[in-house]
Structures are given as C-alpha cells and as structure tokens.
Antibody, heavy 116, light 111 residues
Framework: QVQLVESGGGLVKPGGSLRLSCAAS????????MSWIRQAPGKGLEWVSY????????NYADSVKGRFTISRDNAKNSLYLQMNSLRAEDTAVYYC?????????WGQGTLVTVSS | QPVLTQSSSASASLGSSVKLTCTLS???????IAWHQQQPGKAPRYLMK???????NKGSGVPDRFSGSSSGADRYLTISNLQSEDEADYYC?????????FGGGTKLTVL
C-alpha cells in the first residue's frame, strides 16, 4: 500500500532554516509528480510546491518562492523541502502528497513551528 | 489561475444525505477537481476525482455512500446515509499550469 512518511519538523526561530523529508513506499516513486501542501493551525489547505517525476520541473506558491526549494532522490524514494528565511506565517503542518495530477495520497504531516 | 469557492459550513442529520458544493471561477468551468476529507486531528484523505461531465473515480476504500456530480461550474459531493464519522472538513482541489489550488473547505456537522 502507498505510504508517505514525513519527518524533519520542529521549532525554529524566525529567519532560520529547516529541511523536511518524505519517505515514499508502496508505489514506483520515480513515475509520479510529488507536492508539499501545508495547513496553518485552524486554517485550510495551501499548496506549497511541486516537482516533476524526473526533477525537470518545479513550481512554488508565491508565498514561499525564493525561500523554499523542493527536491527529490528517486534512488532513495525520497522527497525533500528545504525551507530558508522562515517566518512566523510559515508555521503549519506540512504534508507530502503524491500527485497524478490530483493529490491522491497524503502523508500524516509534520509540524513546523516558527517562533522566537 | 482557477479559484474554488466552498460554503464554510453545512449540517445534516444522522442517516440523511447531504450535498456539498465547490464552484469553479469564471473561465474554468470545465476543470476537473478532486474531493478530500479531513476528519478532526487527522491528515486529509483523497475521496475522488470529478470531471465536468459528472464522471467520477473514487479512491481506494472510499465507501459507496460517497458520490460526485457536476453542473456547469459546480462540482458536488453527495454523502448518503450520513454516519458520525462523516463529520469532517471537506476540501476541493484543482490544478492548472503546474499550480494547485484548494477551496476554503466546508465543515460538515452530523446532527
């Protein structure tokens, strides 16, 4: 069965950096686009970024463009999100998701808290 | 870029049916959408992909009580024989030019 397991969340100060990881299993990872989606406390879902199956194409929400970088390692069945220059408004649960092209599987999420 | 509009809340009685609406913005009425369910304290779960024709494909393990339909720019999620576990937030999603968009979500209360 498809499994997506995020890790790397935690408490970070404003201006700091964090790297999220997502370990995928149960499907041929290299065949699928992947995305990161976040949810601020008590709020709705916000798409953050996507990456194509071979890493040729990426895109970002305007709110994170220039600060976040998505990447993947198909040999390790892993997806990453490097988050720099973090702000309080980046506080959220971050979900890893498989895209085909709709989101058809979600991870359980990892909480990122940006606070001094 | 498309915008998805959902009512903020809905309610219905145990055992009854409810129809949730997601409306696509002008110029995007033909877009395919997906519906997701998020129970309290849990990650979202994919329910189905829904086309403008009304044709839909459900995700693995989604009960038969969940169905989809379409009319113009409106996409619907109908839940029949409501159960207590259907109390959740429901989000619609669409995509365009390598951007993905979510509606604001509808909070469904089962009375």
């Amino acid at each position: 069965q498809v499994q997506l397991v995020e890790s790397g969340g935690g408490l970070v100060k404003p201006g700091g950096s964090l790297r999220l990881s997502c370990a995928a299993s149960g499907f041929t990872f290299s065949d699928y686009y992947m995305s990161w989606i976040r949810q601020a406390p008590g709020k709705g879902l916000e798409w953050v970024s996507y990456i194509s199956s071979s890493s040729s194409y990426t895109n970002y929400a305007d709110s994170v463009k220039g600060r976040f970088t998505i990447s993947r390692d198909n040999a390790k069945n892993s997806l990453y999100l490097q988050m720099n220059s973090l702000r309080a408004e980046d506080t959220a649960v971050y979900y890893c998701a498989r895209v085909s092209p709709e989101v058809d599987y979600w991870g359980q999420g990892t909480l990122v808290t940006v606070s001094s | 870029q498309p915008v998805l509009t959902q009512s903020s809340s809905a309610s219905a009685s145990l055992g009854s049916s409810v129809k949730l609406t997601c409306t696509l913005s002008s110029g995007h009425s033909s877009y395919i959408i997906a519906w997701h369910q998020q129970q309290p304290g849990k990650a979202p779960r994919y329910l189905m992909k829904l086309e403008g024709s009304g044709s839909y494909n459900k995700g693995s393990g989604v009960p038969d009580r969940f169905s989809g339909s379409s009319s113009g720019a409106d996409r619907y999620l109908t839940i029949s024989n409501l159960q207590s576990e259907d109390e959740a937030d429901y989000y619609c999603e669409t995509w365009d030019s390598n951007n993905w968009v979510f509606g604001g979500g509808t909070k469904l209360t089962v009375l």
